[in-house]
């Protein structure tokens, strides 16, 4: 089956259009209510009525223009601002004691969206340069500029800026993000690859270079170059094996991570629970013991065939580590909130330090076959061994509750 892409969209400025497209709506309601309180005021009331019809019908219309960061396009942004500023030049025409008098322009705090649409779609310069165009509408409309109209024209600038500034500051982080997923995904899907191949065809190498080396003749360059290939796989497993997802920019959401998935494995981890006895029955033989509680250990099917493969995995090293001669016990535990298998053999112990050698060296059973399904799991691995009297692995995996059904 073909694997499904999944799409994990981020965008940490879209509640800022949205913010946007209330506070137009709202500043509209706020302008018409102005005027209609101080009417009286106005010589040409007429040429205050005009312009609010146009501005309220034009803020209505443009309502999708501020939906999102494409849809408001620059000719949008240019259109925006010139209506704003030309209903700060029309306010003298309507109320002529407006040069002398401080009081509102015929667009009052409106314009201000138009200068943070500037900012959110552009930055800190784009706003720069929308309320610079405002600042030099507003000091032209008043003529002789009073302190507070010049004190308005400088909070317009640097809120303004601010706005755009923490918009790019949003924009960086938000790409730091979803680079950072894209790493921590790589790093999973390069980790179960890992996995899977140590838990098969590393192993098989690794025995047929141990048997040439011991047959001798033709049977050791088959071993040796058993060997040269165990090698290069080790080290293209390590250095990276899949590039599961892919980071771009769209600009109508932000930052985008694409993940494959894998639909059989999403169908299976949704199944019906299956019972960690029937996965663990087939690893039991002469050599190896197993003891469960002799009731169903019920787990979701991708955590049982995870826990099924770490004690797989724990097994291949006491094969290959402790003898042909060693033997194994694996013990069930299946308690309410979790379920624990253990798994102990009697050969000679790790040495000291063996452990951080292997992993150094690019050896990682333990690391990635056992710790690593543990971990993704959210359960734990944990490894005891005394030279000369043998290693046991306790593996600890959490339960759905939803699941239980041994007790």
């Known amino acids: 089956m073909a694997k499904r892409e999944r799409v994990v969209r981020m965008s940490v400025e879209q509640p800022l259009w949205r913010a946007l497209t209330a506070y137009r709506v709202l500043t509209m309601i706020y302008a018409v209510l102005i005027f209609g309180f101080g009417r009286d005021r106005y010589e040409r009331p007429w040429v205050a009525v005009a312009f609010l019809a146009v501005m309220c019908l034009w803020t209505l219309a443009t309502l999708p223009k501020v939906a999102n960061a494409a849809s408001c396009t620059k000719r949008f942004l240019v259109a925006d601002l010139a209506v704003a500023?030309?209903?700060?030049?029309?306010?003298?025409?309507?109320?002529?004691?407006?040069?002398?008098?401080?009081?509102p322009t015929l667009p009052s705090i409106w314009t201000a969206g138009a200068v943070l649409a500037y900012a959110i779609k552009g930055g800190w310069r784009w706003a720069g340069f929308a309320s610079s165009l405002v600042a030099v509408a507003n000091i032209v409309e008043r003529g002789t500029p009073s302190r507070d109209t010049l004190h308005n024209v400088l909070l317009v600038w640097v809120a303004s800026i601010a706005i755009g500034y923490v918009v790019e500051v949003a924009r960086a982080s938000e790409r730091t993000l979803a680079r950072a997923l894209e790493i921590e995904a790589a790093t999973r899907e390069r980790e179960r690859l890992a996995r899977d191949i140590h838990d098969s065809v590393l192993q098989v190498l690794a025995m047929v270079q141990r048997r040439g080396t011991a047959l001798g003749g033709e049977a050791a360059e088959l071993g040796r170059m058993a060997g040269e290939q165990e090698?290069?796989?080790?080290?293209?497993?390590?250095?990276?094996?899949?590039?599961?997802?892919?980071?771009?920019?769209?600009?109508?959401?932000g930052a985008v991570v694409r993940f494959v998935d894998d639909p059989d494995e999403d169908a299976a981890g949704a199944g019906c629970p299956v019972d960690l006895r029937t996965l663990l029955a087939p690893r039991a033989g002469a050599k190896v013991t197993l003891s469960d509680p002799g009731a169903p250990v019920l787990l979701p099917p991708a955590p049982a065939r995870e826990l099924a493969a770490a004690v797989g995995a724990a097994l291949d090293n006491v094969r290959v580590h402790a003898g042909e001669s060693a033997r194994a016990w694996i013990l069930v535990e299946d308690w309410p909130d979790e379920v624990i298998v253990t798994v102990r053999d009697d050969?000679?112990?790790?040495?000291?330090?063996?452990?951080?050698?292997?992993?150094?060296?690019?050896?990682?059973?333990?690391?990635?076959?056992?710790?690593?399904?543990?971990?993704d799991l959210g359960g734990t691995a944990e490894l005891i061994s005394v030279p000369?009297?043998?290693?046991?692995?306790?593996?600890?995996v959490p339960r759905d509750r939803g699941t239980h059904g041994g007790r």
């Open 388 to 396: 000369g009297q043998g290693t046991e692995v306790e593996l600890k």
């Open 347 to 375: 050969g000679p112990g790790i040495p000291e330090g063996r452990l951080a050698q292997a992993e150094g060296e690019g050896r990682m059973g333990v690391a990635l076959s056992i710790r690593g399904r543990l971990r």
């Open 85 to 103: 500023l030309t209903g700060i030049l029309l306010t003298p025409l309507a109320d002529e004691q407006a040069r002398s008098v401080d009081g």
């Open 231 to 253: 090698v290069a796989l080790r080290t293209l497993v390590a250095g990276g094996l899949t590039r599961p997802s892919l980071v771009s920019e769209d600009e109508s959401e």
